[in-house]
């Protein structure tokens, strides 16, 4: 069985991407074919999930331990133990996985004592660099704990995708770990940081972007927090302080028009407008050459029309995209988000 994991709510739309599958807990989708690779609406995947049942923690870990022993001494690289529990659970079934992850460990430790070795903390993968290394040689044990005597196990090497990336993410539930930070105008900052992740990279010291929709200056905060140069294009001002950062040029102007004199290094928006709009504002600064790297939003009013998202990937890629991803980042509401590289 193939599981995949997406925000409580999102069901619905990763079930239309999923002909035939099941909702077997909040923001958690069954589907017994396995046919897409990469939905937009689904941010984890657990390959080849298999069902325990036991009646305490250290009953757990000993069944879950003989369906991953082999796979962890086959493997030769590092992995990482997610421990589980579906979306918006209370803190029982948390607190059950994380003590199944908790003797899991202590099995390996004492009966594959060099194997056990192998297992990275999730801070190596904490930041986006660091989630880039993430790949092939890597394995990924999944602890799913559906009930307190229910677990779905999942062992499995992540697998390249067509368009770039892999089918597996890194970060427990793929929701990459955003930071707090109280210095951006509003909380938009967040999936621009989440972004990032996604798309391996960010920008570097010096490195020239160009926001557009930037008010009030979410996104632009965090572009000048790495120190990037950028042209925040809005009908609207920026808030006072980020408007005088000596690093910012401010263009008051229609977002969906304007064009740099040159080709920028990240190309970032989080325009409030029709789906139709913002994906052929990414289609037109790829095919343009405008920018290496994209990140756009694309919001949506209902819980329909997203249909329009499909062979968006491709439509990219023929646009010059060589790194193309669409998908529902945790942070995001009822909306998506373009990542793309060129």
């Known amino acids: 069985m193939r599981l995949y994991l997406c925000s409580a709510g999102s069901e619905p739309a990763l079930q239309e991407e999923l002909p035939g599958s099941r909702v077997l807990a909040p923001g958690v989708v069954a589907d017994a074919a396995g046919a897409a690779a990469d939905p937009v609406f689904a941010r984890q995947v657990l390959p080849d999930a298999r069902e325990v049942q036991a009646a305490s923690v250290r009953l757990l870990a000993?069944?879950?331990?003989?369906?991953?022993?082999?796979?962890?001494?086959?493997?030769?690289?590092?992995?990482?133990?997610?421990?589980?529990?579906?979306?918006?659970?209370?803190?029982?079934?948390?607190?059950?996985?994380?003590?199944?992850?908790?003797?899991?460990?202590a099995l390996l430790a004492a009966r594959r004592k060099r194997a056990s070795r192998r297992e990275r903390p999730l801070?190596?993968?904490?930041?986006?660099?660091?989630?880039?290394?993430?790949?092939?040689?890597?394995?990924?044990?999944?602890?799913?704990?559906?009930?307190?005597?229910?677990?779905?196990?999942?062992?499995?090497?992540?697998?390249?995708?067509?368009?770039?990336?892999?089918?597996?993410?890194?970060?427990?539930?793929?929701?990459?770990?955003?930071?707090?930070?109280r210095a951006p105008p509003s909380r938009a900052y967040q999936k621009l940081e989440e972004a990032f992740f996604w798309v391996g990279a960010?920008?570097?010291?010096?490195?020239?972007?160009?926001?557009l929709g930037a008010s009030p200056g979410g996104w632009t905060a965090t572009l000048l927090k790495r120190g990037a140069q950028v042209i925040a294009v809005d009908r609207a001002p920026l808030e006072p302080p980020l408007a005088r950062d000596a690093r910012v040029t401010t263009v008051i102007g229609n977002a969906f028009t304007y064009q740099p004199a040159r080709a920028v290094d990240w190309m970032v928006s989080?325009?409030?407008?029709?789906?139709?709009?913002?994906?052929?504002?990414?289609?037109?600064?790829?095919?343009?050459?405008l920018c290496r790297n994209l990140i756009v939003t694309v919001k949506f009013k209902g819980r329909t029309g997203y249909r329009i998202l499909e062979g968006v990937p491709d439509r990219l890629a023929a646009a010059g995209a060589g790194f193309v991803r669409v998908k529902q980042l945790a942070h995001n509401k009822n909306e998506v988000t373009i990542l793309a590289r060129r």
């Open 202 to 211: 960010e920008p570097r010291q010096g490195e020239r972007s160009v926001d």
């Open 62 to 105: 000993e069944a879950a331990y003989g369906l991953v022993e082999a796979t962890i001494d086959r493997a030769t690289g590092p992995f990482l133990i997610h421990d589980l529990a579906p979306a918006d659970s209370g803190p029982g079934l948390p607190s059950r996985a994380r003590g199944v992850a908790r003797e899991l460990r």
């Open 270 to 289: 989080d325009v409030v407008c029709e789906p139709p709009r913002s994906l052929d504002l990414a289609q037109r600064w790829l095919a343009a050459g």
């Open 123 to 181: 801070e190596d993968v904490a930041r986006p660099a660091g989630a880039a290394n993430f790949g092939q040689a890597w394995l990924l044990v999944q602890l799913l704990a559906l009930s307190a005597d229910r677990l779905l196990v999942s062992a499995a090497a992540p697998q390249p995708l067509r368009r770039g990336g892999f089918d597996l993410a890194p970060w427990p539930r793929g929701d990459a770990p955003v930071a707090v930070d």
